[in-house]
């Protein structure tokens, strides 16, 4: 089975800071990699996700993640925090088999606080 | 675009009370789906579908039905609520057999069973 890890589930940031939001997953195929957002009293949103190709990926507003299989890793970063980046992030991985569909499975979230 | 609209999206129950969390989605999407959000715990599959009269359990089923009778519709029944019940509820959607990944979430419906 496949399962999420992400270290720390509270992050304190200044602004202008780089936000760095740690994800290791644990399966024994290197499965397809997602980072999450979910602002206050909304739903989630994707914000970046790797499936093949190139290991470092560009997501929305800024933010950029790396797959390391090596190290079973799928950091989030973001060079410079800003005000509205204060949400909860999660990290998800599903199975590349497509009868999987998109069964999710995620993290157990890492919420981020900007300073001003 | 309404996307995947959930109701409702606050609700009190007393134990052992039934209810139904509605969900629909206007995407034409095939796959349809139902999280739990439970503090520290991430989001937690309860059950999803992957087209019209066909459904599955996800990882924590028990206590929880859905039906899928139709492509836009896919209701979750608590049949008589415990507190452990208590929750976030989401519903997602998602084209398939594309696995991509990309759901596309409602707004949630928070329930607390008292």
């Known amino acids: 089975a496949q399962s999420v890890t992400q270290l720390g589930s509270h992050v304190s940031v200044s602004e202008g800071a780089l936000v760095l939001l740690r994800c290791n997953y644990s399966?024994?195929?290197?499965?397809?990699l997602f980072w999450y957002v979910q602002y206050p009293n909304q739903g989630l949103q994707l914000l970046l996700k790797y499936t093949t190709g190139a290991t470092l990926v560009k997501g929305i507003n800024g933010f950029e993640a790396e797959f390391k299989k090596s190290e079973t890793s799928f950091h989030l970063t973001k060079p410079s925090a800003h005000m509205s980046d204060a949400a909860e992030y999660f990290c998800?991985?599903?199975?590349?088999?497509?009868?999987?569909?998109?069964?999710?499975?995620f993290g157990g979230g890492t919420r981020v606080l900007v300073k001003p | 675009n309404a996307g995947v609209t959930q109701t409702p999206k606050f609700q009190v129950l007393k134990t052992g009370q039934s209810m139904t969390l509605q969900c629909a989605q206007d995407m034409n999407h095939e796959y349809m789906s139902w999280y739990r959000q439970d503090p520290g715990m991430g989001l937690r599959l309860i059950h999803y579908s992957v087209g019209a009269g066909i459904t599955d359990q996800g990882e924590v089923p028990n206590g929880y039905n859905v039906s899928r009778s139709t492509t836009e519709d896919f209701p979750l029944r608590l049949l008589s609520a415990a507190p452990s019940q208590t929750s976030v509820y989401f519903c997602a959607s998602s084209r398939f057999p594309e696995n991509t990944g990309e759901l596309f979430f409602g707004e949630g419906s928070r329930l607390t069973v008292l």
């Open positions: 399966s024994s195929v290197p499965p397809y």
């Open positions: 998800a991985v599903s199975d590349r088999a497509k009868a999987a569909g998109n069964k999710l499975t």
